[in-house]
Nanobody, 128 residues
Framework: EVQLVESGGGLVQPGGSLRLSCQASGFPFRNYAMSWVRQPPGKGLEWVSAITSGDISPNYADPVKGRFTISRDNTRNTLSLQMSSLKPEDTAVYYC?????????????????????WGQGTQVTVSS
């Protein structure tokens, strides 16, 4: 059974940092691209960042470029998202998502039907 368990969310002031983690199990983690997707309050799902199975050429949505860094550890089956210079508009539930494929590029990463398993989410609130 595929399981994705996120952690690391919380309340942070604008300009602060948080590191999210996702522990994966039940599938060959190293063989699949992974993404972070978020859902702001009252809005739909929004793709944030993706990383290929081989940890090559991470992709980022424009609103987070230069502030967020995605990474993965294929020996520990973990996916991470380092978030810096956080803004109130980053407030959302953040989900870890498993891709159906080993890679994606550009707009392909943002297509939600490219993902077949999701975690339960972790709340990130950016507020003073």
């Amino acid at each position: 059974e595929v399981q994705l368990v996120e952690s690391g969310g919380g309340l942070v002031q604008p300009g602060g940092s948080l590191r999210l983690s996702c522990q994966a199990s039940g599938f060959p983690f190293r063989n699949y691209a992974m993404s972070w997707v978020r859902q702001p309050p009252g809005k739909g799902l929004e793709w944030v960042s993706a990383i290929t199975s081989g940890d090559i050429s991470p992709n980022y949505a424009d609103p987070v470029k230069g502030r967020f860094t995605i990474s993965r550890d294929n020996t520990r089956n973990t996916l991470s998202l380092q978030m810096s210079s956080l803004k109130p508009e980053d407030t959302a539930v953040y989900y870890c998502a498993k891709s159906k494929w080993n890679s994606c590029s550009g707009y392909e990463c943002a297509l939600m039907d490219g993902y077949d398993h999701w975690g339960q989410g972790t709340q990130v609130t950016v507020s003073s």
